[in-house]
């Protein structure tokens, strides 16, 4: 590299820290030249997104196989969701830590050695006999899941030139946002035609094709000598954890009546400020505070917040919705579900077209976030008496809104900030994406429960003498049949109530999404980063 060169040439002054840090950083590349250049970008695409689809189908794809494991593994109700819960809270502690680990042992290691880890622990979680095993195999796998998320979207941007980059970023935001869609479908499949040991087993064979491919064409991103902050770290660690612990368990535990919930409340509050303290006052922080003064870049975390929260917690309240009040089987809901990927293939695919062209990419996510706001607002006029039609056709325009949302925002976050924070930039985006993710299912299922007890109430109000047009008296002279037509009536109500709910909880989501309206004015267009010109980065 240059900077190797002149430091070995008699008389030439010793660089000093700060200039070999900034010599192996790669550089803002010129048009029609990658970061990292390789032969065979085509093929090395393909590996990388065979670990990002395995890693995001995982994350979802258990869900449906959770009453089988139940038995399986002799859990209850309320233990067996800590299968999902420790591959939650393993993916938010280890995510923060992507972008120094990165640095130390090198992108191409990391990546590949998460590649073999994700395979293993994904076979010994199939093999599982009991409850305790398959919390401590998920939490392994929810590690190596972390690093592979922000790694892959890195990778896609490096190996790419600045042309090509919106490109790139829309065939990895397609594995992205298809994935929780597909998962509850597969999953399905896997558990009702074999058992739910495929859910994991199915990994194997996408795992072994994914490190063929990286171990043979992944570059390595230059390492960069990093002071851990375990301090930092640690404080930012717990404070996730213990958030996600208590939106995980609040509405079992009837959030703050329960001294749990309180403590993991107080926990999480109070290790956030103290992380925030020492990031803006410590001499090597956990993030570099360089990535703090990006302004899309923050305000692109923001936006993740409310994507993750739209995007999660409405795939986390239709199956359900469909399941119970529609009467659909798990094959026909995951079905029902996959126009909402349709539309995220079509909009993604012609923002990458229209970014390659220097189209606004603000334009577009605005344009996003009016077309979600607008598929909110239809799902708030649904019956109970509707086809399929309906879910349909709301659910591509919503698909086509996310799409529109999701490439340009990344381009956007990404254009202004400099090539040697990409992990660090992608770790928070994920991690803001997967907080809001909780945040919204934890918000949308307690106003779904509160609601739907309201509208009972409110229903039931005027169930009275008069309104039957028989006499009420006769029912109870009638015996069991007379209590059967009463609890016949009592499942109308609450068939009732919970529409009502399901439709507050599509309003609700509905303004959370317009309220996210004006951070679309904080962005700017990042040109200055179009005509960048360096040199590409020497790999020899």
């Known amino acids: 590299m240059a900077s190797a060169n002149s430091a070995s040439r008699p008389g030439a002054a010793a660089p000093s820290p700060a200039s070999r840090q900034a010599a192996a950083a790669p550089k803002a590349p010129s048009r029609g030249v990658a970061a990292l250049p390789v032969e065979n970008r085509g093929l090395l695409t393909v590996?990388?997104?065979l670990a990002t689809i395995m890693q995001i189908l995982d994350s979802t794809i258990a869900n449906v196989a959770l009453p089988h494991m139940q038995a399986s593994l002799g859990a209850t109700a309320d233990t067996v969701t800590w299968v999902l819960t420790s591959y939650i809270v393993a993916s938010a502690i280890a995510i923060p830590a992507a972008g120094w680990l990165s640095d130390k042992i090198g992108s191409r290691n990391l990546f590949i050695f998460c590649i073999v880890g994700f395979v293993a622990s994904s076979m010994l979680c199939g093999l599982a006999t009991g409850l305790t095993e398959m919390v401590a195999f998920r939490f392994v796998q929810g590690t190596c899941a972390a690093f592979m998320n922000p790694l892959s979207q890195t990778v896609m941007m490096d190996i790419n030139p600045p042309e090509k980059q919106a490109r790139a970023l829309s065939i990895w935001g397609m594995g992205i946002m298809i994935g929780p869609i597909l998962?509850?479908?597969i999953g399905g499949w896997l558990t009702e035609s074999y058992n739910w040991r495929w859910v994991f087993y199915i990994n194997v064979p996408l795992g072994i094709a994914a490190f063929a491919i990286l171990w043979a064409l992944l570059p390595s991103r230059p390492q960069r000598e990093r002071q851990f902050d375990l301090f930092g770290f640690s404080m930012l660690a717990v404070a996730?954890?213990?958030?996600?612990l208590m939106l995980d368990?609040?509405?079992?535990?009837?959030?703050?009546s329960s001294w749990e919930i309180i403590v993991e409340g107080l926990v999480a509050i109070s290790c956030f400020w103290v992380f925030l303290v020492h990031l803006f006052t410590a001499k090597n922080p956990l993030f570099d505070r360089e990535?703090?003064?990006?302004?899309?870049?923050?305000?692109?975390?923001?936006?993740?917040?409310?994507?993750?929260?739209?995007?999660?917690?409405?795939?986390?309240?239709?199956?359900?919705?469909?399941q119970t009040l529609y009467g659909y089987p798990v094959l026909d809901t995951g079905f029902l579900m996959m126009p909402r990927g349709v539309g995220v293939l079509i909009s993604m695919s012609i923002a990458g077209q229209l970014l390659q062209r220097n189209f606004d990419a603000r334009i577009l996510v605005g344009t996003g976030l009016v077309i979600a706001i607008w598929s909110l607002y239809d799902m708030t006029g649904w019956t109970l008496m509707m086809g399929t039609m309906p879910f349909i056709l709301t659910g591509l325009i919503q698909g086509l809104g996310l799409g529109l949302i999701f490439i340009p925002l990344n381009t956007l976050a990404?254009?202004?900030?400099?090539?040697?924070?990409?992990?660090?930039?992608?770790?928070?985006?994920?991690?803001a994406r997967n907080v809001g993710a909780s945040v919204g299912i934890s918000v949308v299922t307690a106003e779904l429960a509160r609601n739907l007890q309201q509208s009972h109430s409110d229903i039931a109000q005027h169930i009275?003498?008069?309104?039957?047009?028989?006499?009420?008296?006769?029912?109870?002279?009638?015996?069991?049949?007379?209590d059967a037509a009463a609890a016949m009536v009592n499942g109308l109500v609450t068939q009732q109530a919970a529409m009502v709910a399901y439709l507050d909880d599509?309003?609700?989501?509905?303004?959370?999404?317009?309220?996210?309206?004006?951070?679309?004015?904080?962005?700017?267009?990042?040109?200055?980063?179009?005509?960048?010109?360096?040199?590409?980065?020497?790999?020899?």
């Open 291 to 322: 990535i703090l003064r990006d302004r899309n870049l923050m305000t692109s975390v923001a936006f993740m917040l409310v994507v993750g929260m739209v995007l999660i917690a409405t795939m986390a309240l239709l199956p359900p919705m469909l």
């Open 183 to 185: 998962g509850p479908v």
């Open 240 to 244: 996730v954890a213990a958030f996600q």
């Open 464 to 482: 009275t003498p008069q309104a039957f047009p028989f006499d009420p008296g006769l029912a109870q002279a009638l015996g069991s049949a007379g």
């Open 249 to 256: 368990r609040g509405q079992n535990q009837d959030w703050f």
């Open 47 to 49: 590996g990388v997104m």
């Open 414 to 431: 990404f254009g202004t900030l400099d090539p040697q924070y990409r992990t660090e930039g992608t770790s928070l985006m994920n991690l």
């Open 506 to 540: 599509f309003k609700l989501m509905m303004v959370m999404t317009a309220v996210a309206i004006p951070l679309v004015f904080l962005l700017k267009r990042p040109e200055a980063r179009q005509g960048a010109k360096a040199e590409p980065v020497d790999m020899h």
